[in-house]
């Protein structure tokens, strides 16, 4: 555990100001992480959210509750039918669960959401993108650091974790699901890296040092954009948008309704506004600023050349406002601060591209 800190420092993941939001599953890493920032005087809660897809799941969540309990440690807890969900079942989880770590940040002013993933996870994740064909970001890994939230301990090895918790007697609990091969990092976990690690017993570090090298490279290049095409297509033209009608632009079709808020994550073409004022579309202006969930907050146009939206297709790509706020962009997503909580009375909005 002795690299968290270095490489928290190089990456700015863990000011010492302000509270540090430490997600929790009860599963030996982020037990482990917990208890590193506490006993490194770090101003630390945990969340922890209750997928519902494992019968045992009541049992992790009783288990963080009474650990954070003996730690002196706020713990904030959220549930979700996920299954229940159309669509993977990995993808929704992991959606529900960084939207309610992203709610929790914000209810409570915490300056960084802190996961515990670590250098194993880093190598499987770039072996995983390989496998599917990547280009140099897939082969960069996991991100240090998107927004608020960080990853402490992509330099922290596996074995070093388990060293870390039988040196401070931490009890842990264990998901049986990461012993079933049916699931493909589990077969890289059990199957890939020890052959790796049989050619190169520092496999797993080689890889932290690979995709460190890589991220740096990405960083010099900046990002790519596509050589300008024809004529671009005209801007969109503004209007008001009624709650309850759908608006067809050349490129995008919108839809909104009145509704409740559902205990469920933002996709960026369907979310739950807040009832911020009159709805309006227009096109993008110079300066427009998007922070979407969990992302980064950047100019609309930075988006879209990330997003590698073709240079005729920006101006006719929509904006959404809602009073005199840009509440979302189509195909980027809403603005964080514009999404209703669970419960609210809310305007669901999707967007739809058309063809």
């Known amino acids: 555990m002795e690299h968290i800190l270095p490489f928290a420092q190089a990456h700015g993941l863990l000011p010492r100001e302000g509270l540090i939001l430490c997600a929790v599953s009860g599963g030996p890493d982020s037990v482990a992480l917990l208890h590193f920032l506490r006993e490194q005087g770090f101003s ?6 209750d997928h519902h897809l494992r019968p045992t799941s009541g049992r992790d969540r009783a288990f963080v509750e009474e650990l954070c309990r003996g730690w002196g440690v706020t713990c904030y807890v959220g549930q979700g039918e996920v299954g229940a969900l159309p669509g993977n079942v990995e ?8 939207a309610f770590l992203e ?6 002013g915490a300056v960084r959401i802190v996961t515990a993933h670590n250098a194993n996870d880093n190598l499987e994740t770039v072996l995983l993108h390989m496998t599917r064909g990547c280009g140099l970001q897939g082969l960069a890994g996991i991100q240090p650091r998107r927004g608020l939230l960080a990853r402490p301990m992509l330099h922290t090895t596996r074995p070093a974790i388990e060293a870390y918790l039988q040196t401070h007697g931490l ?3 264990l998901d049986e699901t990461n012993a079933d091969d049916a699931y493909a990092r589990n077969r890289l976990r059990h199957q890939v890296v ?4 049989s050619l190169n017993p520092r496999a797993v570090e080689a890889a932290a040092r690979m995709t460190d090298r890589l991220r740096a490279d990405l960083a010099r290049l900046g990002p790519w954009t596509p050589p300008a095409a024809a004529e671009p297509l005209p801007p969109v033209e503004p209007r008001p948008v009624a709650v309850g009608e759908t608006v067809d632009t050349p490129l995008w079709r919108l839809s909104t309704r009145p509704a409740r808020c559902p205990d469920a994550p933002p996709t960026p073409g369907a979310f739950y506004l807040k009832p911020l004022g009159p709805l309006a579309l227009r096109p993008r202006r110079t300066g427009d600023f998007l922070h979407p969930p969990f992302r980064t907050g950047k100019t609309v146009k930075k988006w879209m050349i990330e997003a590698k939206v073709p240079r005729i297709e920006r101006a006719a790509t929509p904006v959404l406002t809602a009073g005199e706020t840009l509440a979302a962009v189509a195909g980027l997503g809403p603005q ?3 999404l209703a909580a669970p ?5 669901f909005v999707t967007w739809t591209r058309r063809e």
Not at 91 to 98: Q, T, V
Not at 103 to 108: G, Q
Not at 194 to 197: A, G, Q, T, Y
Not at 343 to 347: D, F, K, L, N, R
């Open 171 to 173: 009890p842990f609990m």
């Open 194 to 197: 020890p052959v790796l690690e």
């Open 336 to 338: 964080w601060d514009c």
């Open 44 to 49: 630390v809660a945990a969340a922890h959210f």
């Open 103 to 108: 709610r929790v940040a914000r209810e409570t």
């Open 343 to 347: 419960g609210e009375e809310a305007v």
């Open 91 to 98: 993808d929704n989880a992991r959606r529900a669960r960084y």
